[in-house]
């Protein structure tokens, strides 16, 4: 075969072999993935016990003690102790503040108080900086704030980390980019997900 001919054989046939190779690659991922995480498996949080979820709320563990027994904690387990979830915990903090007659325990923002943003950055890779993210994430969430994790790594390790695969679970445009697009953006609501 004439080099030129060579040339063009492989104009022409590239394309397809390389859009064939990354069509079982993402394949060959999924189905690591799907080994990995089970389909419907979701993570969790566990549960807190009495000290830790007092020491969250910012009360003294005998309080929500008597806080639990009127009522507004977990149903005991069988051996009689608590666990607190971090939906129990945000429902004592609404109680505790409807006691109160003030805001008080669910933290929020005063008049002409600005929303928050924390950035974690280093320029070495590999330094930690998702870990700090998420933990970070799960700590402020924990004592009750109202936490957005952004995660603008294309690898979507945060977004792994708290559970959602990206090869499985986010669908073309259900990134940020979706979001700050310029053709037809989706609301940046639909974008968000629970963890
Ligand atoms: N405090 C720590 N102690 C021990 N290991 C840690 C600690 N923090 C992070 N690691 C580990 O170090 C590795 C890199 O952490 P991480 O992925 O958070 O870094 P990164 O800065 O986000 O990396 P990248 O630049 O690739 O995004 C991970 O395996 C993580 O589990
Ligand atoms: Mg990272």
Redesign the pocket.
């Known amino acids: 075969m004439q080099p030129q001919s060579v040339v063009s054989e492989l104009q022409e046939h590239l394309p397809s072999m390389l859009s064939m190779d990354a069509q079982e690659l993402s394949y060959q991922l999924q189905q690591h993935q799907a080994k990995i995480f089970p389909p419907q498996a979701r993570k969790s949080l566990r549960a807190f016990s009495p000290a830790e979820a007092a020491s969250f709320i910012g009360i003294g563990e005998g309080y929500l003690r008597q806080v639990a027994a009127d009522g507004h904690g977990p149903e005991p387990l069988a051996n009689g102790r608590r666990l607190y979830t971090a939906q129990d915990m945000d429902r004592i903090r609404q109680v505790l503040d409807e006691r109160n007659g003030a805001p008080k325990y669910v933290p929020h923002r005063r008049a002409g108080e600005k929303l928050q943003v924390v950035s974690v950055m280093?320029f070495?890779?590999?330094?930690?900086?998702?870990?700090?993210s998420a933990h970070l994430a799960q700590f402020l969430a924990l004592k009750g704030y109202r936490v957005l994790a952004i995660d603008l790594?294309p690898?979507a390790?945060l977004s792994a980390l708290f559970g959602h695969q990206p090869e499985l679970d986010v669908g073309e445009g259900e990134t940020l980019y979706g979001a700050i697009r310029y053709d037809s953006p989706r609301p940046i609501a639909e974008i968000v997900r629970a963890t």
Do not use: C, I, V
Not at 125 to 132: Q, R
């Open positions: 280093n070495k890779g590999g330094s930690g900086k998702t870990t700090t790594d690898q390790s």
